[in-house]
Structures are given as structure tokens and as C-alpha cells.
């Protein structure tokens, strides 16, 4: 490491050039991503709205066979779509090292689907990152692609890598849904005819569930407005002063929807979309800011995550009153 570390501090030239490869590596990836999913909404396709068929894969968050840890951000779209796509009836991804690992192998002839990891390092020098407000090393963003196949294009995995739960019985009352909405102590009001947030008074608004024509939409609808308040400036902070038909607006819409997405998913609802009259304006935002919908989808994953903290909270205090 100490090698490395000289061999970069003499070739500053070579880093520099390294670090704009990277960066235009970087671009493209966005580049890559934010265009598929522009199609998608372009054709009618939302890759977060019923992302299976109901007769094939289960309702669930995409996640690795292996690990069993969920995906998430972006990827949960990227890997949704595979699954429209592909006509997959599993929510399983694994590397082709990992199936050869378990056992198994992807069949002759199928394409993989790529997925990203992004996170941040500091240089050993702190030079290639240039140094921050306060003289610290400053860190540098980077993104990694990783080619993973759905346990359908693969033959011999052991059972226990391909098994998916059984899908819950349809049910005007889902028990995992209220457990939620009562878990995160929000202020959730029933009445009326709007579902809505309300910022100032820091309370969701519901219309009574059989005023729904499906009434599992009031549970898709309250999760949509549970994003919005997981975002509120006491809680995730996110910017919601956006106005409505306002970029910033159109950004925060498009976040609850997927947090409500991601939220189904994990509660075994089938999402739909539940604001298609917004699809302009992201399309919009996305075509302006090609790390929109990651941006988008990392909020959600992280709203949706302190959410459902709700509830593993309230069940390790049952378990240990018992």
C-alpha cells in the first residue's frame, strides 16, 4: 500500500487522467440507467408498479440467493424490470461465481443483468480527491457494476436458494400494513376525501378505507404519504419546499412513490402506480439530471428502511417483555 501510495504521488498526471476515466465512467453508467427507465415510462411500462406477473414471481424486494440481503436503490428497478422482462418467476439474483459456488450454473446462452454499488474512498495520499473545507483528504465517489443472473436462468442450485415464501391470501385488512402505520406513531388521520400530508401540522391525512374502490389501495396510498412524512425535516430531512408542478416537487412525488413501492414489496402488496399523473414531470426531471432516479430510489430505499425500523423495533420490545 505504501508503494501505491508514492507511485500516485509521483505520476500526479497519471492520477488526474485516472480520475477523469473514472468520472466519464461514471456519467456513462448514469447515462446508461437513466435511459433504459425513460423508455420504460415512455412505453407505460413503471418498473415499480407490478413489476411480475401475478401468476409467476411472488410480490418481494429483489435480493441476493446467497446472502439473502434485499437490494436496494436503483438496483431494485434495474432488477424489477429484468423481472417484467424476462418473465422470471423468482425475486433470487446471484453472481455466475456465486452459482457455480453453490453448486449450480447459468445456463449456456443467458444474459446477465447489471447492477451497481456505490460508495466513497479517501486516497492513501488525500491528493487525487483534493482536500475539503477544513483541510481534510477529500473523498471520491465511485461506481462498480456487477453482472447477476436470476435463479431462473440457472439449473442445479439447491432448493433452499430457490425457494420463495407463499404469497399472502387476498384480504381487505392487511395485519402487516396496520402494524406498520401504528408502529411509526404518525399522526394518521381517517376522514375526508384527500390523502395528503400535511407538512406544517406534520400529520397524513386518509379518506376511510371503503372509499376506496380497491380497498388495498388505502394501504398503497398510506404508505405514499408515509414517505412523504419518513422525509420530514424532524425525520430523513429531505427538501420539500418544492412547489407544486416545481422540479423539487416533482422529485419528492416521485420518492414517496417508490418509497410506497419498495414498502409493498416488502409487505407483500403488489404495487401499482398510484400518481401516473405525475409520469410528465419525472420524465422531465430525469432527462435534466441523469442521477435523478438514483437519487430518487436511494431516498426510498432509505425511507423505507427507517420505516419498517418501526416495526423490528416494536417486536424486539415484545420479545423482550415476554
Not at 487522467?17 to 413503471?46: M, P, W
Not at 454499488?117 to 483541510?135: I, K, L, N, Q, S
Not at 385488512?173 to 400530508?197: C, K, N, P, S, V
Not at 430510489?297 to 423490528?312: G, I, P, T
Request: glycine share 10%.
Amino acid at each position: 500500500m505504501a508503494d501505491y501510495g508514492r507511485t500516485r504521488r509521483s505520476c500526479g498526471k497519471r492520477g488526474t487522467g485516472r480520475a477523469k476515466a473514472q468520472g466519464a465512467a461514471r456519467a456513462s453508467l448514469y447515462d446508461e440507467v437513466t435511459a433504459k427507465i425513460i423508455a420504460q415510462l415512455e412505453a407505460g411500462c413503471f418498473p415499480w408498479a407490478q413489476p411480475w406477473n401475478s401468476a409467476a414471481a411472488v410480490p418481494g424486494l429483489p435480493r441476493n440467493a446467497v446472502s439473502g440481503r434485499p437490494y436496494s436503490g436503483v438496483n431494485v428497478l434495474i432488477l424489477w424490470g429484468a423481472v417484467i422482462e424476462g418473465c422470471y418467476p423468482s425475486q433470487d439474483w446471484l453472481t455466475f461465481r456465486q452459482a457455480l459456488a453453490a453448486g449450480g450454473c447459468v445456463r449456456k446462452g443467458e444474459r446477465g443483468h447489471t447492477i451497481f454499488y456505490a460508495d466513497r474512498f479517501t486516497p492513501d495520499d488525500g491528493r487525487e480527491g483534493g482536500e475539503g473545507a477544513e483541510g481534510e483528504p477529500r473523498s471520491i465517489p465511485f461506481l462498480k457494476r456487477f453482472v447477476v443472473f436470476n435463479a431462473a436462468q440457472c439449473d442445479g442450485l439447491p432448493e433452499r436458494l430457490t425457494a420463495d415464501p407463499a404469497p399472502l391470501p387476498p384480504r381487505e385488512q392487511h395485519e402487516g400494513a396496520e402494524a406498520l402505520i401504528a408502529a411509526t406513531g404518525a399522526d394518521f388521520r381517517i376522514g375526508g376525501a384527500r390523502a395528503f400530508y400535511d407538512i406544517g401540522g406534520d400529520y397524513v391525512q386518509m379518506p376511510p378505507q371503503p372509499a376506496f374502490t380497491h380497498q388495498i389501495d388505502f394501504y398503497r396510498t398510506a404508505l405514499h404519504e408515509l414517505g412523504h412524512w419518513a422525509g420530514s425535516k424532524e425525520r430523513l430531512a429531505r427538501d420539500q419546499s418544492g412547489r407544486f408542478g416545481s422540479a423539487l416537487y416533482a422529485r419528492e412525488e416521485l420518492c414517496a412513490e417508490l418509497t410506497s413501492a419498495f414498502l409493498c414489496a416488502a409487505l407483500g402488496i403488489v404495487p401499482t402506480v398510484r400518481h401516473a399523473d405525475y409520469l410528465g414531470s419525472w420524465l422531465a426531471v430525469m432527462r435534466a439530471d441523469n442521477r435523478a432516479i438514483f437519487k430518487a430510489a436511494s431516498h426510498a430505499s432509505r425511507a423505507a428502511d427507517f420505516l419498517l425500523s418501526f416495526v423490528r423495533d416494536s417486536e424486539s420490545s415484545l420479545a423482550r417483555a415476554a
